[in-house]
């Protein structure tokens, strides 16, 4: 069993530690929290050994009345590997932790590329990561991204990438972010981050990004158009994007309009969290005009990014060829219900 750290346990280290605990070659040994709130009452009512991340706060979880199993950095020593899923730059900030006990590490998307080994896309780049200390597993608009630009390269190459990206002003709990009533270019200037970003999993590859921020928290829209080396029609790219794991090309029938009725029908199926871990493509956007191929896609932002976490344990472990693991991934989580 491969035993896993959580040090982190807001948005998307509760649903990774879920994630892995569903796995069936893994155990969650613990969560890291700073301070007793409902996400950690949340761990400890799913019987999670929760561990402090901060030694001074210690006392605030005794008057709250809930145990802790220890200090981060037992944790960090007893894991055999850690996600940390900690606020954009404490992962960084960990890192020393992590190196003092020669656990390796996962950061997540809101850190710099430049602070770990190698960026991580299970789709796209499983096999180059093994015996790294420290990957970063990036963001849900660069996961959704690169779950695009991987099959299209290999089919047909790509000789241009251009996305605008419409992203929610904040996740559901985040009251405290905006816009509310406002549509913002963001950044005004280009590229926004998300085309370097995407040029950490695929170096060579020409892509310009613009970024928009609106008043919505249930998830990003891409509006993608790829300009290709070959020129298949329509129904063959549908097709292509239809046989992909974590891709849900949206037959028009289901009448799903946006991002709200998306969320309805993750509800309805009784996925946890109403997680969607997919990208959502509209198959009726996918058209092709020449050479050029253009999409809309619904990316869930808390959630897409879960199956490569669970991924990047096995592919920095050199547990599973990708296949298999993103196979058992998707399996035990459910992916295809
Ligand atoms: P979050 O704020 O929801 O959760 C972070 C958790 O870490 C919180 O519970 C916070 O209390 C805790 N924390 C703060 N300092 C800590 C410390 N020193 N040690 C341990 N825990 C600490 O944040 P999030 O949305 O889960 O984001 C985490 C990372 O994932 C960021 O890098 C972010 O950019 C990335 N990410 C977020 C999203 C998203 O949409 N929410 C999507 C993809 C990637």
New binding site residues.
């Given amino acids: 069993m491969i035993e896993v750290g959580i ?7 509760k649903r990774v530690a879920d994630a892995v605990r569903a796995q069936p070659d893994m155990e969650v040994v613990g969560v ?3 301070r007793p709130n409902f ?1 950690a009452q949340t761990a400890v009512d799913k019987d999670f050994e929760l561990y402090a ?2 030694e001074d706060r210690k006392p605030q979880f005794a008057e709250a009345g809930i145990d802790l199993a220890g200090d ?1 950095e037992e944790l960090v020593e007893e894991s055999d590997i850690v996600v940390d ?4 730059g ?2 960084a900030d960990n890192a020393e932790m992590y190196r003092k006990y020669d656990t390796p590490a996962l950061l ?4 710099d590329a430049d602070a770990v080994d190698a960026s991580f896309n299970a789709r796209s780049n499983y096999d180059t990561v093994e015996g790294d200390d420290l990957v970063r597993v990036v ?2 608009n660069t996961t959704g991204l690169s779950r695009l630009v991987a099959p299209l390269q290999e089919a047909y190459g790509i000789e241009k990438v251009r996305t605008t990206l419409v992203r929610r002003g904040g ?1 559901p709990a985040q009251s405290g972010r905006g816009p509310i009533n406002d549509i913002l270019p963001n950044p005004v200037s280009l590229p926004s981050h998300h085309g370097p970003d995407v040029n950490t999993i695929f170096p060579d590859l020409n892509i310009d990004t613009l970024g928009l921020k609106v008043p919505a928290t249930l998830m990003h829209t891409h509006s993608v158009n790829v300009t290709l080396e070959s020129e298949p029609d329509a129904a063959e790219v549908r097709s292509l994007l239809e046989d992909e794991r974590r891709t849900f090309v949206i037959p028009e029938w289901l009448g799903l309009d946006g991002a709200g009725a998306i969320k309805e029908l993750a509800q309805d199926a009784g996925r946890p969290r109403a997680d969607i871990w997919e990208n959502c493509i509209w198959g009726e956007s996918i058209s092709m005009e020449g050479d050029d191929l253009y999409l809309f896609q619904a990316i869930h ?2 959630s897409d ?1 879960v199956p490569e976490n669970v991924d990047a344990i096995r592919a920095v472990l050199g547990e599973a060829s990708q296949e298999e693991s993103m196979a058992r991934t998707d399996e035990a989580m459910g992916l295809d219900t």
């Fill in positions: 040090n982190g346990y807001g948005t998307i280290g890291a929290k700073t996400e991340a901060i981060v899923a900690c606020p954009s404490i992962g997540q998307g809101g850190e963001s849900c996740d932002q808390e990014v």
